[in-house]
């Protein structure tokens, strides 16, 4: 692996299990074994790789938002959707935890976050309207807009929530549990719109989703 791709993996781990307020890129030099001139030959500050770090976030969420080609949608894609965009959240939820800050510290990062949200919505607004074409749920244009809107919110805000409420640990276990709980909630508010021939379906699955939100909410 090149340097660089070293510095941005490491990083992304020390944000994640330490918080990006905690960690210099000292510390992020000493964590890999090279020299900070090492580091600034690719990287001129912590800005910069934060900046990386959300380029990769961004192309990831991009791809795992695209509609199938040449099919309807199902229940079980609604659920793969889910899966990846929640995977990614946890996979670098260093920003999701302190997004405030990181978008007040680089105006061009701020910049570019915005872009990627409209572009984020207008695609799960796609993503819902194709839902409602395959007949899963029953809403007017109105709703469905809402619906994409609050999942967008409820997804991003989500990791935040868990994390300052709960204070669950940082181990794969709690990880996936993170992840089914935050699932569960977009089933939770979707309810009200499905279809006859689909709520037994969903609700079968949202059972299960529903057992993790049981266990966290019973931490502490």
Known sequence: MKTRDRIIQASLELFNEQGERNVTTNHIASHLGISPGNLYYHFKNKQQIIFDIYLEYEAKVDDNLKLPAGRQLTVNDKLIYLQAIFQGLWDYRFMHRDLQHLLANDPELHKRYNAFFKRCLKSTQEIYFAIREAGIISANDEDVRALALNTWILVTSWFGFMHTNLLV??????????????????????????TEDYQQPV?????????????????G
Not at 173 to 184: A, C, D, H, V
Not at 203 to 219: F, G, W
Request: net charge negative; no cysteine; proline share 2%.
């Open 203 to 219: 609700a079968d699955i949202a059972s299960q989703l529903a057992k993790s939100l049981h266990e966290l909410s019973d931490i």
């Open 169 to 194: 640990d940082k181990n794969q276990k709690e990880s996936q549990e993170l992840l089914n709980s935050g699932i569960y909630q977009i089933f939770a508010l979707e309810k009200p719109y499905l």
